[in-house]
């Protein structure tokens, strides 16, 4: 099997425009959902009522237990049976955003974790109300010890959204697996599929090294 | 204006406080000398309630800090009660804790805004004549990051006055900082103690400081008090044998 130079340009506008947007709509969607509900999570497992941090803690253990693909298949198949009915990609940005949240609410956890005892105590001899406390000093620091960690899960994201074509999400891999169906020849689309990923995911990790490292002075 | 009464303060099996009595009378400034572990910060963490006591109680201008009544009964105070107690209570740390997610003003101006109501204008203006006080005007904008450990320590002192407390509590507050900005900071303290009729309540291992600051000076051993008197008479003639040992001690270092 050679490199077929043609055929690769002649297939490369139809990934880049279909097959790319679906996967940037998944990731980001699922990012978005992912970093709320993280931080939603975090501060629910934080709660003082046993009956609220248990449940939660329970759930997210669970999810971070099961394959993203079984959760997936469980929202697309079997909850329209219980009269929940969504389109594939919003099943998909649901699932990707709520298996994530799992992980990133430990990230925020860390975050909370790591704002000084002394921040809190200042919070408290200047009579801070409760909410102030969080909203004002200790979610904003929190946040910003997060940024690099949250960040690695958008990459890790954006590597896992093929998953979604178990649900017939069309995304660039997807799309390249019908197109090389049609034409037998796998190589080109597969190919260009793979280095989509690689020419986001590397830039986007140097980024995030640099934030890193910003950080941290 | 604040009264302990046989207070008692455990962590585990250690006893910090045994059956502490004291009493500050308003305006008053008290230091609290004595060597690490003998209790002396303990005690500001309880005014400020960062901590709660064991067994004991605690009264701020005729106010219970650590219980409060319900019905006929007495119980541990609860938040709200808490935070109506703390309004006159201020506090400066050793390690300064500004907020480092916000500029200096906003450091200032946070707590009025939130806690008492106050209008964001009026509490920048009154921020700013703090600012004036503790000669840091053009730094109003700075985040805490850019400025030196003395500077910080000054805006922390601003931030705890901007509340208006009537009880100030200062925790080793030099400690932290470089030997040539030691005495700024306690310039700044000894103006503001002059010029006011705060309460003060100090910790610190600078005795000069002490001898200038303070009515009355408070020297702690193993969780009691072991001798009480003007700072003259602590200073020069020391009564007890464990006093001497201490401020022998000290000078020594």
Known sequence: MIWDWNWALEILPQLLTQGLLVTVQATLGGAVLAFALGLVVALLRRSRRAYISRPVGAVMEFIRSTPLLVQLFVLYYVLPDFGFKMTALTTGIIGLGVHYAAYTSEVYRAGIDGVPKGQWEAAIALNMPRPYTWISIVLPQAVRRALPALGNYVVAIFKESPQLSVITVVDVVGLARGVGSESFRYLEPMTIAGLFFLLIAIPASMLIRRMERRLDT | ?253
């Open chain 2, 1 to 253: 204006m604040i009264q302990f009464d046989k207070v008692v303060k455990r962590f585990g099996d250690v006893t910090v406080l045994r059956e502490l009595d004291f009493h500050v009378k308003p305006a008053e400034r008290v230091t609290l000398i004595g060597p690490s572990g003998s209790g002396k910060t303990t005690i500001l963490r309880l005014l400020m309630t960062l901590e709660r006591v064991t067994s004991g109680t605690i009264e701020v201008d005729g106010q219970c800090l650590s219980h409060m009544k319900r019905g006929d009964r007495t119980v541990p105070a609860d938040e709200k009660h808490l935070r109506q107690v703390r309004k006159k209570i201020g506090m400066v740390f050793q390690q300064f804790n500004l907020f480092p997610n916000m500029n200096v003003l906003r450091n200032i101006t946070e707590a009025p805004v939130r806690a008492l109501g106050v209008p964001r204008e009026q509490a920048e203006e009154k921020a700013r004549e703090l600012l004036e006080m503790v000669e840091l005007s053009d730094k109003a904008l700075a985040h805490p990051s850019q400025l030196s450990g003395g500077q910080q320590q000054r805006v922390a002192i601003a931030r705890a006055l901007a509340m208006e407390p009537e009880v100030l509590l200062l925790d080793e507050v030099t400690s932290a900082l470089d030997p040539e900005l030691v005495s700024g900071v306690q310039s700044l303290l000894r103006d503001i103690a002059r010029s006011s009729n705060l309460t003060l309540l100090c910790v610190t291992h600078e005795m000069n400081f002490a001898r200038d600051i303070s009515h009355r000076v408070l020297m702690f051993d193993q969780g009691q008090i072991v001798e009480d008197g003007p700072p003259e008479q602590i200073f020069n003639e020391p009564e007890q044998q464990r006093t001497r040992d201490f401020l022998q001690a000290v000078l020594d270092a």
